[in-house]
């Protein structure tokens, strides 16, 4: 620890050596990925939901087994079932919407806010929206069951319940686990055939490949490795020696993060 050192004024003496071509190179190409995984959102999904109803009969559709169909098969005819791309074509065009809608809060906030609100929201459009946008889908929802990320999660709430003697919430985390788990499983099932089907089908060596790297882009999107680094690293900077970031911990760091975008949109002007 002889080698660490304190910087007192957050850090922020050092943004402009953050300018160099290899991040813009990142940069573009997170733009990229945003522009190629909306388009793979929106297209198959729109078209799909034109062109199809939500219950088809079974022969249609083929032997594929899933849990929603498994669970309404007491319910529907035995010859009919929940179409697959038209349940996936609805959860990702609602995850859309509401991602859509953080995206306008922000930049409402930007354009309106006050010099405090106006930097928040543009930390949360760098930090949280655009990379969201770059890979979501609905196997997104599996990044809250992986180990690196339910265990802590998991000891978190084992902490506030039992300081607070609330276990309605930590019931509330379970419930909400398992449904992340069941959704993103599905999803994963319904969009690899679905992919594997839109890949055979391609005109050309370009639709496959655009295809396929659409489906591996949201594929890897589904552990977020930025944002979970990003985590760890605040965990140990901002939470002290209990390692557990409270409200006002949590606060601090979104300040951070707000003044560091502040400080780099400052530096940009002189490039």
Request: charged fraction near 20%; hydrophobic fraction near 50%.
């Amino acid at each position: 620890f002889s080698a660490v050192e304190f910087a007192h004024d957050g850090g922020f003496d050092e943004v402009p050596s953050l300018f160099t071509l290899d991040r813009f190179l990142v940069a573009a190409f997170q733009l990229g990925c945003l522009v190629l995984n909306i388009f793979f959102i929106v297209q198959p999904n729109v078209a799909h939901l034109l062109s199809h109803s939500v219950i088809r009969d079974r022969a249609e559709l083929g032997s594929r087994w899933l849990l929603l169909n498994t669970f309404l098969s007491d319910v529907l005819h035995e010859d009919a079932q929940v179409d697959p791309g038209t349940i996936l074509a609805v959860m990702e065009l609602c995850m859309l919407g509401i991602n859509l809608l953080r995206l306008a809060r922000a930049l409402w906030e930007i354009a309106t806010g006050r010099d405090a609100d106006r930097w928040h929201g543009m930390s949360v459009l760098l930090w949280h929206i655009i990379p969201t946008l770059s890979s979501f889908s609905a196997m997104r929802t599996l990044h809250n069951v992986t180990p690196k990320v339910f265990m802590p999660a998991l000891q978190r709430e084992l902490k506030i319940a039992a300081k607070k003697k609330n276990t309605a919430r930590l019931v509330h985390f379970v419930l909400k686990t398992i449904g992340y788990a069941l959704v993103g499983f599905e999803s994963f099932m319904i969009k690899f055939s679905l992919t594997a089907e839109r890949q055979q089908k391609a005109e050309s060596f370009l639709q496959a490949f655009l295809v396929a790297a659409a489906f591996l882009n949201q594929l890897l999107g589904v552990v977020d490795v930025s944002k979970f680094a990003q985590k760890r690293l605040f965990t140990f900077i901002f939470a002290g020696e209990d390692s557990f970031l409270s409200r006002y911990e949590e606060h601090v760091a979104k300040t951070w993060l707000a003044m560091l975008a502040m400080h780099i949109w400052r530096n940009s002007q002189s490039y």
